[in-house]
């Protein structure tokens, strides 16, 4: 079974910095591309980040040069470094793989006060 653990969320001031993590179990890790992905209240799920097996990233114009994603395939994990947030960063974080599988997790929580 699937699973992708998200957390690492929190509530902190414009300016500020998060680092969310990613705890996958299930799959062949390494090889597939994993994106964070977020919704905001009232807007559809969008990807912001995405890291390939081979660790070239790419990201959403809206969090470029502030968000930097990595992973660490020994740990089945995947990191994003939040930095200059902006209240318009407020979200439910999500991380999937890209394509992005039917199952999502809880995700976790952004909210960044002005």
């Known amino acids: 079974q699937v699973q992708l653990v998200e957390s690492g969320g929190g509530l902190v001031q414009a300016g500020g910095s998060l680092r969310l993590s990613c705890a996958a179990s299930?799959?062949?890790?390494?090889?597939?591309?994993i994106g964070w992905y977020r919704q905001a209240p009232g807007k559809q799920r969008e990807l912001v980040a995405s890291?390939?097996?081979?660790?070239?990233?790419n990201y959403a114009n809206s969090v470029k040069g502030r968000f930097t994603i990595s992973r660490d395939n020994a740990k089945n994990t995947v990191y994003l470094q939040m930095n200059s947030l902006k209240p318009e960063d407020t979200a439910v974080y999500y991380c999937?793989?890209?394509?992005?599988?039917?199952?999502w997790g809880q995700g976790t929580q952004v909210t960044v006060s002005s």
């Open positions: 999937n793989t890209v394509p992005n599988r039917a199952d």
């Open positions: 890291i390939t097996s081979r660790a070239s990233p």
């Open positions: 299930g799959i062949i890790f390494s090889v597939v591309t």
